[in-house]
Nanobody
Framework: VQLQASGGGLVQAEGSLRLSCAASGRTFGSYSMAWFRQAPGKERDFVAGISWRGGSTYYDDSVKGRFTISRDNGKNTVYLQMNSLKPEDTAEYCC????????????????WGKGTLVTVSS
């Protein structure tokens, strides 16, 4: 599976952005998908995850109520709708795929895409 994130940019605080992650391959629907982010000088952190059918979603506490993850298996794409953005959301956002298990640790993800930069100004 090859992944490519897009949709990042510069936005003011309280603004919104929608990130997309396009995947190649016919087995996209078999993978659980997640978004991670990494701010300069910090570790990569889990943001949101979604099960392979899309029936279950998971969020880090820092984004609950503001971000929504979704997927369209027909389009091989996973989305991250980000509302009420804060300056502390500034980071490079990457999407990742996992075939087995139920962990959202970075080490447990099988495939990673290149990130897209999100910058939130105050």
């Amino acid at each position: 599976v090859q992944l490519q994130a897009s949709g990042g940019g510069l936005v003011q605080a309280e603004g919104s952005l929608r990130l997309s992650c396009a995947a190649s391959g016919r087995t996209f629907g078999s993978y659980s998908m997640a978004w991670f982010r990494q701010a300069p000088g910090k570790e990569r952190d889990f943001v949101a995850g979604i099960s392979w059918r899309g029936g279950s979603t998971y969020y880090d506490d820092s984004v609950k109520g503001r971000f929504t993850i979704s997927r369209d298996n027909g389009k091989n794409t996973v989305y991250l709708q980000m509302n009420s953005l804060k300056p502390e959301d500034t980071a490079e956002y990457c999407c990742a795929a996992r075939l087995f298990g139920n962990s959202w640790r970075p080490d447990d993800m099988n495939y990673w895409g290149k990130g897209t930069l999100v910058t939130v100004s105050s």
